[in-house]
């Protein structure tokens, strides 16, 4: 609660400033908004008076507003605080990391390489090795074993960027929706009156005191008092969790609370609360708390609790509200997500826990895959370390019959470690964690895009699920049409006029009746105003129905203004405002002889079943018969509706003074006997691109349906003219009583197969009501006739289509024309309200699932490749042809950045040349399974090829069977090099999914495809370049490096490339007298070596003891006097092994030296020699020491004797 008293504290500090300010505290205002009913007017009346003493003392008018002042708006902010909710901080990198490291594949591998650290810095005590077995040869090496670390730390520096990458996308998508939300906020605005001017204000700009105009649709911003309302109801079901709708009256209810949705009717409020002192915004204040508590501990939890107790004790007036609010399911969570980030977050929250219930089609289909291969790369890495440890221990301790020495103890953990850390990246390699980070990167990159295409996703899985729809349930108004209506035909004084008639040619009291009609009965917030450029069209602000008429009246030469003037709003005795049963609006006004005029305006058939009288052309009232309404059905609304025209009817009546007060609640006494002024046609045109956008759909295997609150003439026309009824096809048109009737048993239930019958044929549904078309959509939804399910789109823009954006798969709502509770439902907001931004969508939607697919058909290759790759290498040479730091960096490169490469891929007007998928249909096409297998077949064979004849083909050494801290052989690099290569290539075959042949189309229209490849190209090279040319890192076996050799020594070795070449030259005489000094020169090694004991207890042990100790020494002294001479070791041409300038040149040469690991002055060590290598393709006939191979002293590239060798 440290929040509450906080905010307690500095408001009443703020107050003591401001004390003569304002008549009202903000403590005041609270505790006022807290009360319903009675108790509030009770209140009211009590401390202020009446509603406009309390805007009195908020120094605001009832009429005018604010002034809006700068200063004083500042003001308000300042003592009565903002209209915003502060958004729950966003967790922070740090804490993204460490969501990412728990992934249990990840803390596996840390584990592993946090014990193959600590192993490889373990030196085993200077005791005999010989007993421990072949495999551990080369372990106890002290340059070898110096690099040990590397592959430890190597796999810790992988999952470091793995988790980095994860963390770094959270954190990008946390803020696009971050972003997004913003967005939303800045989109929602609101109507309120300052300075006399009605004027639209983002919703956070609000303050106390602002005189707000509310009417249906909306979502009320802040709390408020009403000031004047017509026929309002008020969903306060957000709040209280009642359903009922709220009647709000001046006499009875005024209270008007944040969060809750405007149902019926207009009006005004004056401002009261705003921001986290609203209703909203304590509840949040305490759910906020509530989620904090949760983290403490459990005495701090009871203390919360506590101090909670009193706080709603303080409260007491909406205590009850807020706990239904809690109990009630995320009731509370709707509260004001438009016009705050907070709401968003919780909106979102709500979405969430939804989708667990059920995930998305994607979503479900990938974890299932997931599921999949994670549970056969288990197996597999298991089977692989099984295999690996079984060879190690029948080898050492039954092939070459070994006990198991407590010496050899950490050298066998070590293998034993290595074995782990192989299974483990089998497993690394198999599971693909890219799949969730693919979707995530595409979806996040496809509704940046769709942004520009005008669709704003409210939940990144609807952009996925629009791909798969297969039926588009659309309104007509606004969406097919441009919305921008205009009156073309009217009916008025017996005479149909084809266009707008001339005043002069109407009777004048007509006009006056007509004029007054239009101008009162319309929504004071509709108005046409000037153009925003010049020659443009006027702008049409509020109801475009209402709009049209108003343009009626100005192009009859009379300004609607004047009236409006005289007759402001408050003076309008009673409203009945439009709402989808009545299907019109009826405005009453009290006349100066106490009798009272109500003026009606709506639907033509429904108003003039209401009319018992028709103005003449005289301007005389006649009696209206049925037999002369159907009369007049026949001949003016059909015709019009033929063409597409929306009808209306104006009509009033007059009641009487004599007569007394009519009952204004029995709606049915007062909406007849109407006296029907005109009938007009408005022609909403059909927008240009809608037809083409239609095509398309039905091409892509969409069905769009129309459902219009429409006239059916009117609707099939349009329908016409838009594609959606083509002609010879097999389609129905009906009016939602038709439907109703037909979907419905004896009992007045909705029965499934009589939905089944109509829906498939069914194209247009007119004079439908909302909940018609939830039924319809529910009905197509739950239907089995199809073998695929039917993934429905819904565009809404009414307050009562809530309930079938929700029920839809996707909902669309319009961002311009719709109402705060559609967009409150809808998942996509239309922010140009245009159908083809519905195409555009289903187009992202079915990219986002090719996306997905080219990456799981590229990702499935690596896996299966890498798998067996690892698997069949490691049964066969005990170690996996791949190390694990190899396959952590395939894994990051084909993982992370192929994902963002192949999710990145724009899409093509192609994608809607062919079906949707259905939710049934597997993830992995036939095709795809072909393109995976082939890849998977071909690029075995080449690594096979190389792994177990490469050495022959490129005339290298081996690297089967090497120790446990060998060096990286060539030719391991080779197959390491080759499987990354062509990777890298199927990334680009990866990119057609549908059996295209040409995979390079379009492929420079994606830079970030292109950067990628090309990027990890440079780095795969980078990082394979031979360690010599990195000198920091002292690599395995490397012995000397260059830096270490004396300048002097240096310059001498690079002249000896000169003498070598003159050698030839030479004459044979001079050859033999450099033999004979050879000759001294070793001489002179062999008292040396007999004095230097150390190299022959060397050799002595790299030996296997065959024959008797003696035998052996003698052989190895022989050895070391021919090994002086063979300065070049490695060496294929015998003659260049006994170099004689070198040893003129250089009579310095020890034997010592000829071994470069002795150069620097070592302690004697045992250092036996690695195990033969049976493959060695060397020429060992020229070797001087015929049981060691060549690996034994490995002329490694860094190794001066290496850089001789060469420049030999």
């Known amino acids: ?556 030469k009379r300004d609607y203004q004047i009236i409006r003037n005289e007759i402001p709003e408050e003076k309008l005795y009673k409203v009945y405002t439009f709402n989808s049963a009545r299907k ?56 019009m509706a033929s063409e597409g025209l929306r009808t209306i009817c104006l009509a009033y009546r007059d009641f009487k003074a004599s007569d007394g007060e009519p009952d204004w609640d029995s709606e049915n006494d007062i909406l007849t006997a109407l006296t029907c002024l005109c009938v007009v046609g408005i022609e909403d045109p059909v927008r240009p691109e809608v037809p083409d956008a ?98 429905v789109a819904v565009t809404g823009d009414g307050t009562n289509d809530g309930p079938a954006l929700k029920k839809a798969d996707v909902g669309f709502a319009m961002g311009i024309a719709g109402t705060d509770v559609a967009k409150e439902a809808s998942d996509i907001i239309l922010t140009d309200d245009n159908f083809s931004s519905i195409v555009k969508a289903v187009m992202w939607g079915r990219n986002v699932y090719d996306s997905i697919s080219k990456f799981l058909q590229f990702q499935l290759t690596v896996n299966i490749v890498a798998v067996i790759v690892a698997f069949t290498g490691a049964c066969i040479t005990q170690d996996s042809p791949l190390k694990a730091v190899q396959m952590l960096w395939v894994n990051l490169i084909m993982d992370t950045f192929a994902s963002l490469a192949l999710a990145t891929e724009p899409p093509t007007e192609s994608l809607l040349l062919r079906k949707p998928y259905g939710r049934n249909k597997p993830l992995i096409s036939r095709t795809m399974m072909k393109n995976i297998l082939g890849q998977g077949v071909f690029q075995l064979v080449i690594i096979f090829t190389l792994l177990f004849a490469g050495e022959k083909i490129f005339d290298i050494d081996s690297g089967r069977n090497a120790p446990l801290h060998a060096p990286a052989s060539e030719h391991y690099t080779i197959v390491f090099n080759t499987f990354v290569l062509m990777q890298l290539f199927n990334e680009i075959n990866a990119r057609k999914i549908h059996g295209e042949r040409n995979v390079f189309e379009g492929i420079f229209n994606n830079l970030i495809f292109c950067s990628i490849v090309f990027g990890t190209f440079i780095v795969q090279v980078i990082s394979t370049i031979p360690t010599s040319r990195l000198k920091f890192l002292k690599t395995a076996g490397h012995g000397t490096q260059k830096e270490e050799i004396p300048d002097e020594e240096l310059e001498e070795l690079d002249d000896m490339e000169e003498i070598d070449h003159a050698e030839r030259e030479l004459r044979r005489g001079q050859i033999l007298w450099f033999r004979g000094l050879n000759r001294i020169q070793t001489q002179m090694d062999v008292v040396s070596a007999f004095q230097s004991g150390t190299s022959f207890q060397g050799a002595l042990r790299r030996q296997a003891s065959n024959s008797s100790q003696q035998q052996q020494h003698d052989i190895r002294v022989v050895n070391a006097f021919r090994s002086s001479i063979s300065l070049y070791e490695g060496l294929e041409k015998p003659e260049s092994r006994s170099s004689i300038h070198n040893f003129m040149t250089h009579p310095e040469f020890r034997i010592e030296d000829s071994d470069p690991r002795n150069t620097t002055p070592t302690p004697p060590s045992p250092s036996p020699s690695p195990t033969p290598s049976p493959n060695n393709n060397a020429v060992e006939s020229n070797h001087l020491l015929p049981e060691a191979p060549k690996s034994a002293t490995p002329s490694a590239p860094s190794s001066p004797m290496h850089s001789l060798e060469t420049s030999l």
């Open 694 to 791: 239609i095509r398309k759909c039905q091409r892509a295997g969409i069905t769009v349906r129309m459902v219009t609150g429409d006239n059916i003439n009117t609707a099939r026309a349009i329908a016409t003219k838009c594609g959606i009824l083509l002609p010879g096809d097999d389609f129905l048109c009906m009016e939602g009583k038709e439907f109703n009737r037909r979907i419905r048993n004896e009992k007045g239930e909705i029965e499934q197969e009589r939905i089944d019958k109509i829906w498939p044929k069914l194209r247009v549904l007119a004079r439908s009501s909302p909940t018609d078309k939830h039924t319809l959509v529910k009905g197509i939804i739950d239907s089995t006739v199809t073998e695929r399910r039917q993934v």
């Open 1 to 556: 609660m440290a929040n509450n008293s906080y905010s307690g504290v500095k408001n009443s500090l703020v107050e003591a400033n401001h004390e003569g300010e304002f008549g009202c505290s903000l403590k005041e205002l609270r505790a006022l908004m807290e009360l319903r009913g009675a108790e509030a007017l009770e209140k009211i009346g009590e401390t202020y008076g009446d509603v406009p003493a309390i805007c009195n003392r908020l120094k605001t008018s009832p009429i005018d507003g604010l002034s809006g002042q700068p200063a004083d708006i500042e003001k308000r902010k300042t003592v009565y605080g903002q209209n915003f909710i502060p958004p729950k901080k966003p967790k922070t990198f740090l804490q993204l990391v460490w969501e990412a490291l728990q992934d249990v594949t990840l803390i596996i591998l840390e584990v592993a390489a946090v014990v193959s650290l600590g192993l490889s810095f373990y030196k085993p005590p200077d005791a005999e090795r010989d007993h421990c077995g072949k495999a551990a040869g080369g372990v106890e090496d002290e340059t070898e074993s110096e690099a040990g670390w590397i592959e430890g730390a190597a796999i810790l520096l992988s999952v470091v960027c793995v988790v980095l990458v994860t963390a770094f996308n959270d954190w990008s998508k946390e803020k696009q929706f971050r972003g997004l939300q913003s967005r939303i906020e800045q989109e929602q605005k609101f109507t309120v009156v300052r300075g006399g001017q009605v004027i639209q204000i983002p919703v956070a700009e609000i303050v106390v005191g602002d005189v707000a105009q509310i009417k249906y649709g909306d979502l009320l911003p802040a709390d408020g008092v009403l000031i004047q309302g017509n026929d309002l109801k008020i969903d306060e079901s957000s709040l209280t969790g009642e359903s009922d709708h709220v009647k709000k009256t001046l006499e009875k209810d005024p209270m008007l609370l944040s969060g809750t949705h405007v149902m019926e009717g207009s009006g005004k409020m004056v401002v009261t609360a705003v921001g986290v002192n609203s209703q909203t915004g304590i509840i949040f204040t305490l759910l906020g708390e509530a989620e904090d508590d949760d983290d403490d501990e459990e005495e701090k939890k009871k203390e919360e609790k506590k101090k909670s107790k009193k706080v709603y004790k303080k409260q007491d007036g909406s205590v009850e509200n807020r706990k239904k609010a809690k109990a009630q399911d995320g009731a509370a969570m709707e509260m004001q997500p438009l016009n705050s980030d907070e709401g968003a977050d919780a909106e979102e929250k709500k979405k969430a826990n939804l989708s667990k219930k059920e995930k998305s089609v994607l979503q479900g289909k990938l974890t299932k895959l997931a599921v999949q291969i994670g549970k056969a790369g288990l197996v597999m890495s298991a089977i692989t370390v099984l295999i690996l440890v079984v060879l190690f221990v029948v080898d050492t301790f039954w092939i070459q019959n070994l006990p198991w020495v407590k010496d050899c103890t950490p050298i066998y953990i070590q293998f034993f470690v290595k074995f782990f850390i192989i299974g483990v990246t089998v497993l690394v390699v198999a599971v693909p964690e890219g799949l969730p980070l693919a979707v995530t990167i595409s979806l996040a990159y496809s509704v940046k895009k769709m942004m520009k295409d005008n669709n704003l996703v409210r939940h990144l899985d609807a952009c996925e699920t629009m791909g798969n729809a297969t039926a588009i349930c659309s309104d007509k108004t606004g969406t097919l049409t441009m919305n921008r209506m205009t009156v073309v035909q009217a009916f008025i004084a017996e005479k149909l006029y084809r266009k707008v008639p001339e005043p002069e040619s109407i009777p004048s009291s007509t006009l006056d009746l007509l004029i007054l009609g239009i101008a009162v009965n319309c929504a004071y917030t509709t108005k046409i105003m000037s153009p925003e450029k010049e020659g443009g069209l006027p702008r049409q602000v509020g109801n475009k129905t209402e709009c049209a008429l108003l343009g009626f009246a100005n192009d009859l």
């Open 584 to 639: 019109s609006m009826s405005t009453v006004l009290k006349m100066a002889d106490g009798s009272y005029r109500m003026f009606s305006k709506g639907a033509s058939e429904i108003l003039l079943k209401k009319c018992h009288k028709i103005l003449t052309a005289n301007g005389e009232q006649k009696v209206f018969r049925p037999r002369d309404r159907d009369d007049m059905v026949k001949k003016v609304i059909e015709p």
